[in-house]
């Protein structure tokens, strides 16, 4: 089953704006990872949160996390049309020993030229 | 070293055919997961390997479904008696737990058609 939601589900913005997608999840999380997927294809790690780091930043992605509110958030800065992709936020489950990732549904971001 | 490679990309069968799929993963790499994904969703949790040994399986794995992991190296998962419902991307990823390396890297997985 999923472990959450991911808002919105489908995003269309500018070439050179930004985007930001969140991530909603439901248990206690050892970490919480950005994925990204072009159509028809396997999943790219882009960044890892651990549930100790409140904000986390590679190139023009940042990454924050919530705990408390069991939420996440995936800012896109100045982006550009390779960056038209499904989004996924995937979390680890603190109790759970098989470390596998639960993954949300996803966010369809389309960059337009 | 290449990646996770997944064998075949594309698989179209017909329903009540047995199809094998094959992953290979990062050399070295102790775990190896099974994910499903459908249109439109996020990957699901199929079953896992630490090394050889098969710990865990999603009750989305039902029995026309079996996975090994021979000698801890290249797995293979096998559906028998497809049914149309069995139409998915099937992913695979690697992960090396120790030392606290985190990432699971997946491959571009197979996408599996029964008509």
């Known amino acids: 089953s999923q472990q959450g939601e991911e808002d919105p589900q489908a995003l269309s913005i500018q070439e050179g704006e930004n985007a930001t997608m969140n991530c909603s999840y439901k248990t206690s999380i050892n970490n919480l990872q950005w994925y990204r997927q072009n159509s028809g294809r396997g999943l790219v790690h882009l960044i890892l949160?651990?549930?100790?780091?409140r904000e986390k930043h590679s190139g023009r992605l940042r990454v924050t996390l919530d705990t408390s509110k069991k939420s996440s958030s995936l800012l896109i800065t100045a982006s550009r049309a390779a960056d038209t992709a499904s989004y996924f936020c995937a979390t680890e489950d603190r109790m759970d020993s098989s470390y596998k990732l639960i993954f949300g549904s996803g966010t369809r971001l389309l960059v337009r030229p | 070293d290449t990646g996770v490679s997944q064998d075949p990309r594309h698989k179209i069968t017909k329903r009540g055919q047995n199809v094998t799929f094959r992953c290979d993963p990062i050399?070295?790499?102790?775990?190896l997961y099974w994910y499903r994904q459908t249109l439109g969703q996020g990957p699901e949790f199929l079953t896992y390997?630490?090394?050889?040994?098969?710990?865990?399986k999603s009750r989305l794995l039902s029995d026309r479904f079996s996975a090994e992991r021979p000698k801890g190296s290249f797995s293979t998962l096998e559906i028998q008696r497809t049914e149309q419902g069995d139409s998915a991307m099937y992913l695979c990823?690697?992960?090396?737990?120790?030392?606290?390396?985190?990432?699971?890297?997946f491959g571009p997985g197979t996408r599996l058609t029964v008509t």
């Open positions: 050399s070295e790499h102790n775990r």
């Open positions: 949160i651990r549930s100790n780091e």
């Open positions: 390997f630490q090394n050889e040994a098969q710990l865990e």
């Open positions: 990823a690697s992960s090396f737990r120790d030392y606290g390396v985190y990432e699971q890297y």
